[in-house]
């Protein structure tokens, strides 16, 4: 492989604003590609936000503010952030514009940090049994919504030594010198014909509007947050972290130790799973599932959903019916129990392990059949809420 490196000045940029020490630092580059190019894109310990645009170019644009942080603090963090990029060239007439990013200490999008003081949280409730109530798509969409709010939108305060309160709403604002904050911009601007291959460790990544690039990726220890992932050469593995996508069409998606994965709607694809927990507003058309060991909220099933198919293992499968949707199920599998509003079914242990068909739901005829459920269930649960 030829390497055509460029290089990369990291400009440091510091100012003062006011009495709050404000210090920035930034970074900005702008590369020319083509269709032939692909982006390789690593970041460890710094969140990125990207974005399409129609420019023959990928623009990086990263930005830093300190609020009271001594020059020396700053100076520690600043001159432990790397970025790094270079274009290289293949013999197969393919083009990789590789950009590499590291931080020691994790930088999000705000983070902060008190010297002295404790937070003090009021009115802390949750509603236990939500997950039991139905759900559309738009109440899945506001979750996703909701749950991107940041620390200050909490109810609460920051108490200080000598009794001064400050409201968790006002902590931007306030002009104690206690508190401490980082506020970092980090946005990548791509072409929409662009293939993304990254690889992020203890970050969040979002992928702001519509994305109909292929992208393939392995995000671990962070967060993945979408509006709409659409391509059918999507291949995305996500370990440890948390899921949230409005829309996925196509693709395939190994999920491992999800803690919180939402999903809007889904058609189309391959979702793995293992040891973690989704939530799915709508399944549209066309799934394929394989689990061991997770739990799924299935609160509603297109009107033309076709196939859903389930390979599970230990699994837990809750599903919202709707009694006006004509589907066909049926369960082959052993040792597991079907819950259908109160009426319960279990299909005893196979000594051999030997799968049989445990039971049904709905009636079997052609026209029922259009929107078939396909599971394969051993050692789980099923349960029909109405």
């Known amino acids: 492989m030829n390497s055509k490196p460029y290089k990369i000045l990291l400009v440091l940029v510091f100012f003062t604003v006011g009495l709050t020490a404000q210090t920035q630092k930034k970074y900005q580059k702008t590369f020319s590609v083509t269709e032939k190019t692909q982006l390789r894109f690593q970041t460890n310990n710094i969140d990125v ?79 236990s049994d939500s997950e039991k109530k139905h759900k559309s798509v738009s109440d899945i969409h506001r979750e996703i919504d909701t749950s991107d709010a940041g620390f200050k939108d909490l109810e609460g305060y920051v108490l200080f030594e000598n009794g001064e309160k400050v409201p968790l709403k006002d902590i931007d604002n306030s002009s104690n010198k206690q508190i401490l904050s980082i506020r970092s911009r980090y946005v990548v601007y791509v072409p929409k014909y662009m293939t993304i291959d990254m690889m992020a460790d203890n970050a969040t990544i979002t992928f702001d509007g519509t994305f109909t690039n292929a992208i393939h990726g392995s995000f671990k220890e962070g967060n993945l947050h979408a509006e709409t992932l659409q391509n059918e050469n999507n291949n995305m593995a996500i370990i440890n972290g948390n899921l949230k996508v409005k829309q996925i069409s196509g693709g395939r998606y190994m999920l491992r130790n999800i803690s919180n994965g939402l999903i809007g709607e889904l058609e189309n694809a391959m979702i793995d799973t293992e040891f973690s927990k989704i939530s799915i507003g709508e399944i549209k058309k066309n799934i394929k599932f394989r689990d061991f060991k997770s739990k799924f909220f299935f609160y509603n099933l297109g009107e033309n959903f076709e196939l859903i198919e389930m390979v599970c293992e230990y699994s837990d499968i809750n599903i919202f019916n709707d009694k006006k949707l004509h589907y066909y199920l049926e369960a082959y599998g052993h040792d597991a129990i079907l819950n259908d509003g109160g009426t319960k079914i279990v299909a005893q242990p196979s000594r051999a392990g030997e799968k049989s068909k445990m039971f049904t739901i709905g009636k079997d005829n052609s026209e029922t059949r259009k929107n078939t459920f396909k599971l394969d269930i051993v050692h789980g649960f099923v349960t029909l809420w109405y």
């Not at 590789?98 to 999000?108: A, K, L, R, T, W």
């Open 49 to 127: 936000t990207f974005k399409t645009w129609n420019k023959d170019e990928v623009k990086v644009d990263f930005s830093i503010d300190f609020k009271n942080y001594s020059e020396k603090e700053i100076k520690n963090i600043s001159d432990n952030i790397v970025v790094s990029a270079r274009m290289q060239s293949s013999m197969d007439n393919v083009d990789y514009l590789q950009i590499e990013n590291s931080s020691p200490n994790s930088v999000g999008r705000l983070s902060y940090q008190l010297k002295s003081g404790e937070i003090r949280l009021e009115n802390l409730s949750w509603d």
